[in-house]
């Protein structure tokens, strides 16, 4: 009987600790209070932690992009530019690479490409990724906006407008 009372609290202490833990939707929630608040570090801390503990969710690809999108915006503090668009590039291609069915891959592959090309100047990634894009997602509605993006890659807004206006003639 003495051995009966200790296994039972244990065995209590293992199922109260189970039922407490978190689950993706309320690191999600989390990561959402903390936006609200402006506190970025922790609403990036709590979407890393979905898609790490939670690869599997719906909640993971969302987690991906919110954190993609954090950088694109340069909400991120303490970082260059340069490396903010870096990371969100990366980000946003790691979305489309983990999840490619997903109903954000199309858009994350179509933002690193437009931030490699638009704002890293790294049109040899830039191409590739808009071939990428039209490859796998040719129907897309961004389909039009990669292929423009692809005859454009590198001209100034100046430039794109002599070309447009050429083809008018």
Known sequence: M?????????????FMSGCSSKTSRDYMMAAHESMMKKN??????NYETVVKDFPGSEDAPEALFQIGSLYQNKMVENISEKETYQKASEIFRQLFDKYPNH???????????????????????????????????????????????????????????????????
């Open 40 to 45: 970025i570090p922790e609403a990036i801390s």
């Open 103 to 169: 109903k954000k891959a199309p858009m994350a592959l179509f933002l690193s490409g437009f931030i490699l090309a638009n704002d890293l100047k790294n049109y040899d990634a830039a191409t590739s990724t808009y071939n990428l894009f039209l490859k796998k997602y040719p129907e897309n509605e961004l389909a039009s906006s990669a292929k423009e993006e692809l005859d454009n890659m590198g001209l100034s807004p100046d430039q794109i407008l002599q070309k447009k206006a050429s083809k008018n003639i």
């Open 2 to 14: 003495k051995f009966i009372i200790p296994s039972i609290l244990f065995i209590t202490a293992i």
